[in-house]
């Protein structure tokens, strides 16, 4: 199946510095990418559809001058948290899919804590 | 706006069947997915529904009707290892390809 894989898996920064996660589909082209954050035990929440070349498309309630992503090409797409704060802390999850297909495949997630 | 609700919690038996039920609302259904997720990880495919009826696939089943908006996901043979999250989303017209996830259902499976 295809495989999408996210790095970093954990990271710990300071509150006002800034951080990046990738996520790569590995073994297929993602014309769409999918970024979702979870706060412990609750659902995912979307927080963004970037399709590649073009800007992404924010959900309601989501800053996009804080939460800056790029898709620059068909098997990478960035989430950069910028000034992050405690309030920060979550899961983050990518997904992506390829052109014409119903499934998303999900990366690993990764793991932000901000002290 | 679309809204989708399942149980929180359900416990369960190894060996038994369990059934999750999803109710949705959408104005525009394209679709319903349901994923497992454990403590810690990404969620992973388990099966998808765009037309009326039951998609089998070994242990797990998955039923929906469009017409109740009404889903559920059935589990036979039940495994320590199903202890999880069981999520239901849904893909909206207007939304795209993106899913909209419900809170989950948190299985218990106890020997």
């Known amino acids: 199946g295809a495989v999408v894989s996210q790095h970093p898996s954990r990271v710990i920064c300071k509150s006002g510095t800034s951080v990046k996660i990738e996520c790569r589909s590995l073994d297929f082209q993602a014309t769409t990418m999918f970024w979702y954050r979870q706060f412990p035990k609750q659902s995912l929440m979307l927080m963004a559809t970037s399709n590649e070349g073009s800007k992404a498309t924010y959900e309601q309630g989501v800053e996009k001058d804080k939460f800056l992503i790029n898709h620059a090409s068909l098997t990478l797409s960035t989430l950069t948290v910028t000034s992050a704060h405690p309030e920060d802390s979550s899961f983050y999850i990518c997904?992506?899919?390829?052109?014409?297909?119903?499934?998303?495949?999900f990366g690993p997630g990764t793991r932000l804590t901000v002290t | 706006g679309q809204n989708i609700d399942q149980p929180t919690e359900m416990t369960a038996t190894e060996g038994a069947i369990v059934q999750i039920n999803c109710t949705y609302q959408?104005?525009?259904?394209?679709?319903l997915f349901w994923y497992q997720q454990h403590a810690g990880e990404a969620p992973t495919f388990l099966s998808y529904?765009?037309?009326?009826g039951l998609e089998e696939k070994g242990r797990f089943s998955s039923f929906l009707s469009r017409s109740k908006g009404y889903s559920y996901l059935l589990l036979k043979e039940l495994q320590m290892k199903d202890s999880a999250s069981y999520l239901c989303a849904v893909r909206d017209k207007q939304a795209g390809t993106a899913l909209i996830f419900g809170k989950g259902t948190t299985l218990s499976v106890s020997s």
């Open positions: 959408t104005s525009g259904f394209n679709g």
């Open positions: 529904n765009v037309l009326d």
């Open positions: 997904s992506a899919s390829g052109a014409g297909a119903y499934e998303q495949y």
